[in-house]
């Protein structure tokens, strides 16, 4: 059974900066693609950013593009999303979530009843 970790959330004013850290366990077979994803009350889990494990392709949601990075440390068997520039609309729960197929294109990439595999969540929390 494939088990996520996430780390590093916390509270941080805005314009500063967060790396979230997801340690991938479990598997018998290497998940293809690992994303994060956030949630807010009330509204619904969306997409962040995801990166293919074979090989070094990534996709961000136009809210993450060019504040966001996401890579990935195969030896550690870690997924690390970088956030800069973090604005208070980026508050919310963050999620690690793993598929074992590959990312996809469109809207399939971050639809997050593709992923079978969630962390718990690590909380972050933008002041203005």
């Known amino acids: 059974q494939v088990q996520l970790a996430e780390s590093g959330g916390g509270s941080v004013q805005a314009g500063g900066s967060l790396r979230l850290s997801c340690v991938v366990t479990?598997?018998?077979?290497?998940?293809?693609?690992i994303g994060w994803l956030r949630q807010v009350p009330g509204k619904e889990r969306e997409g962040v950013a995801s990166?293919?494990?074979?090989?070094?392709?990534?996709y961000y949601a136009d809210s993450a593009k060019g504040r966001f990075t996401i890579s990935q440390d195969n030896a550690e068997n870690t997924v690390s999303l970088q956030m800069n520039s973090l604005k208070p609309e980026d508050t919310a729960m963050y999620y690690c979530?793993?598929?074992?197929?590959?990312?996809?294109?469109?809207?399939?990439?971050?639809?997050?009843?593709?992923?079978?595999?969630w962390g718990q969540g690590t909380q972050v929390t933008v002041s203005s």
């Open positions: 979530a793993a598929k074992p197929f590959p990312c996809g294109s469109g809207g399939w990439v971050f639809r997050p009843s593709n992923f079978p595999y």
């Open positions: 990166i293919y494990r074979g090989g070094d392709d990534t």
């Open positions: 479990g598997y018998t077979y290497r998940p293809n693609c």
